[in-house]
C-alpha cells in the first residue's frame, strides 16, 4: 500500500519513460567502455570542480586532477576577480605547472603569478606568459603566443564548473536546465562551514551514484545504525519517495523527513537525544534568510519534506536538507573499476558548541554510512566482473540509475557516431 | 598539568581524546579496545550537557585554549559514541579496509 502518490502511468519509470526491461552493467565492468566514457562524458561536458569559496581573493588558485578528462586544471580568481581555469601545463615543454612536493596531487593557494618548477616561465593570473628565462635563446619565441591553454569556466550558484569541450558552446546554466534552474536562489553561499571526506572507492563509478540514487537499500544496509526496535519496523515498511524529477542527463528524488527530529526520542541513540541530530542532520534548523523554498526543492510540497538529491550528469550530486544543510558528493573515475569520492557537508557556522558538536555529530554519522556503503560496492564490483548474472530487474525507486546508465551510453554512442570508434560494447537498457 | 577547565577536571584522566582533526579521532578510536572507548563514553556522556552549557559562555571564534580541548573531547565523544551505543566493536562493520579520510574541516 503506497503512502505517496504515484503518476498515472502507476510509476515514475514508466512515467519518465525510460523502460522497465532488466538492464546490463557491462558499462561497469568493460575498461574498453571506460575508455569511451573518459572521452564521450569527461572530457564533454560540465564538471563541478569547487566552490567561489575556496577562491576567497585574487591570486587565490586550486589544481584539480581529472584523471577521466586526461588532464589536471588550475582553477583561479584572476585579477578582475573572475574565476578562470587553465589546463595546468607549461607551454614551455609540458611541465604540469603547479603543483607541490607529489605532482599528481591536489593543492592550493594564493599567488600573483605562476612559475615552472623546471625552467622557470611565468604566466599572470589571466594565463599570459610574462617571462621566459633566457628568452634570447629561442628562435623567434612569441610570449603572446604562449600563454596558458584556457579552460571553459562558469559558475553556478557559486558552484565552479569546467568545460573541456572547446566545441561545446552550451552554457552551463542552459546545461543544468530545469533542475539546475529549480534551485536558483538557495543560500548556498551561507553555509560556508565544510567538512570534506574522500575515499578511493574499489567500484566503477556509476556504481556509487546507484548507491546514492536510491535509498532502497537504506532500511536493510544500514539497519544497524538505528536502535533496534525502529531498525525492524523500517524494514517491515521499505521506503517510498515523494516524487521524483528528469530533465535531459540530470534527474532528482525528493524524500521524507524521518528523524529530524524523531517523532519518539527512543527511536534514535542516546547521544542524538543530547545532541539534537544525526543523519538527517542537526534538528534545529539555523535561519538561512529565506521564507520559501525555491520551487525545485520539495518538488511535491509535501508536509513531511526532509530532503532533496539532485544528480547532475555525469558524477555531482547535491543533497539539501529541509533543516538547512547541505551535503554534496563527487565521483572521479581513476579507472574502469576505481574511483575517487568525495562527500562535502556545509552548513551555517554554528553559533555555540552545541550546534558544532550537532554538526560533528552529522558528519560523523554521514561517515559511518559512507563507508558501509563504498565497501559494499567493492563486493558488487567483483561480482558484476564475474559476469555469472549479466541482466539485472530495478524496480521503480531505482529510476535514476536507468537514467544515469541511459544518459551515459547515449553519450558513448553519439560520441563513437561521430568518431566512428570501431570499438563495440553491448548497449544497457 | 592540567589541560581541560578546572570545572572539568573528572575528565582530566581522558584528556588525551582532546584531539583537533576527525581523522586523528576516528584513528584513535580504531586503535582502542572496546573498554577504553566504554570508559571515556561513561565518564564523558554524563558530562556532555554540562560541557556545552560551559562551552556556550564562549565565542566560537575566540575560545581559550582549554575550551578548545573541551570541544575536542566531545568531538571525540561523538566518534565513540557509534561503537559504544550499536556497534559493540571499534570499526563500523562490513567497512572492511575502506577509508573515508577528512580531507577539509573546520579548525575549531
Redesign the interface.
Known amino acids: 500500500m503506497p503512502h505517496f502518490t504515484k503518476p498515472a502511468e502507476g510509476s515514475w519509470t514508466e512515467h519518465f519513460g525510460l523502460g522497465t526491461e532488466p538492464v546490463s552493467y557491462e558499462d561497469s565492468i568493460s575498461s574498453a567502455h571506460y575508455e569511451l566514457e573518459r572521452d564521450a562524458i569527461f572530457r564533454r561536458t560540465w564538471l563541478n570542480v569547487g566552490r567561489v569559496e575556496q577562491l576567497p581573493r585574487v591570486g587565490s588558485y586550486f589544481t584539480r586532477e581529472l584523471d577521466a578528462a586526461r588532464t589536471s586544471v588550475v582553477v583561479l580568481r584572476d585579477s578582475d576577480g573572475e574565476v578562470r581555469a587553465f589546463h595546468n601545463i607549461c607551454r614551455h615543454r609540458g611541465n604540469k605547472l603547479v603543483w607541490n612536493d607529489y605532482p599528481g596531487e591536489e593543492t592550493n593557494g594564493t599567488c600573483r603569478q605562476f612559475t615552472c618548477k623546471y625552467h622557470g616561465w611565468r604566466y599572470n593570473l589571466h594565463g599570459e606568459c610574462t617571462f621566459v628565462q633566457q628568452e634570447s635563446e629561442f628562435f623567434g619565441l612569441e610570449k603572446a603566443d604562449h600563454g596558458l591553454v584556457p579552460v571553459r569556466a562558469d559558475v553556478w550558484e557559486g558552484f565552479i564548473f569546467v568545460n573541456l569541450d572547446g566545441a561545446d558552446t552550451t552554457p552551463l546554466r542552459e546545461y543544468l536546465g530545469e533542475i539546475g534552474e529549480g534551485l536558483v536562489g538557495y543560500p548556498f553561499h551561507k553555509m560556508t562551514?565544510?567538512?570534506?571526506?574522500?575515499?578511493?572507492?574499489r567500484s566503477n563509478w556509476k556504481l556509487f551514484i546507484d548507491a546514492f540514487t536510491e535509498f532502497y537499500h537504506a532500511p536493510v544496509l544500514h539497519a544497524?545504525?538505528a536502535v533496534a526496535e525502529e531498525s525492524r519496523k523500517l524494514q517491515g515498511i521499505g521506503y517510498e519517495a515523494l516524487a521524483y524529477g528528469v530533465d535531459g542527463p540530470h534527474g532528482m528524488v525528493s524524500s521524507w523527513g524521518g528523524m529530524s527530529p524523531p517523532k519518539d526520542l527512543s527511536m534514535v541513540?542516546?547521544?542524538e537525544r543530547?545532541?539534537h541530530s544525526g543523519l538527517f542532520g542537526p534538528w534545529d534548523a539555523p535561519d538561512i534568510g529565506i521564507d520559501e523554498l525555491p520551487p525545485g526543492l520539495n518538488p511535491a510540497r509535501h508536509p513531511s519534506w526532509g530532503m532533496d538529491s539532485f544528480l547532475f550528469f555525469p558524477n555531482f550530486m547535491v543533497l539539501i536538507w529541509k533543516t538547512n544543510w547541505v551535503l554534496t558528493y563527487h565521483y572521479w573515475p581513476t579507472s574502469y573499476n576505481t574511483h575517487i569520492?568525495?562527500?562535502?557537508c556545509y552548513f551555517v557556522?554554528?553559533?555555540?558548541?552545541?550546534e558544532?558538536?550537532a554538526q560533528?555529530?552529522a558528519?560523523?554519522t554521514f561517515?559511518?554510512y559512507?563507508?558501509?556503503d563504498?565497501?559494499?560496492l567493492?563486493a558488487t564490483q567483483t561480482m558484476l566482473e564475474s559476469r555469472a548474472v549479466t541482466e539485472f530487474p530495478l524496480n521503480d525507486q531505482e529510476i535514476l540509475l536507468r537514467l544515469l546508465h541511459r544518459t551515459a551510453h547515449q553519450y558513448v554512442n553519439e560520441y563513437r557516431q561521430q568518431t566512428a570508434t570501431p570499438v563495440r560494447v553491448s548497449a544497457a537498457s | 598539568m592540567p589541560t581541560l577547565p578546572a570545572e572539568f577536571a573528572d575528565l582530566e584522566p581522558f584528556a588525551d581524546w582532546a584531539i583537533a582533526t576527525e581523522r586523528e579521532r576516528y584513528a584513535k578510536r580504531l586503535s582502542s579496545t572496546m573498554d577504553e572507548l566504554q570508559a571515556f563514553y561513561d565518564s564523558a556522556f554524563p558530562r556532555l550537557e554540562a560541557a556545552s552549557s560551559y562551552l556556550d559562555q564562549f565565542d566560537m571564534g575566540a575560545m581559550p585554549d582549554e575550551a578548545k580541548r573541551l570541544l575536542w573531547l566531545y568531538c571525540s565523544l561523538v566518534t565513540v559514541s557509534f561503537p559504544v551505543e550499536v556497534w559493540r566493536q571499534p570499526r563500523v562493520p562490513d567497512s572492511g579496509s575502506t577509508r573515508l579520510d577528512a580531507v577539509a574541516e573546520p579548525v575549531v
Open positions: 562551514q565544510v567538512h570534506r571526506y574522500r575515499a578511493e572507492v544497524k545504525q541513540k542516546p547521544i543530547v545532541l569520492f568525495e562527500g562535502t557556522p554554528p553559533r555555540t558548541a552545541l558544532r558538536l560533528e555529530l558528519v560523523v561517515k559511518e559512507g563507508l558501509q563504498s565497501n559494499t567493492e
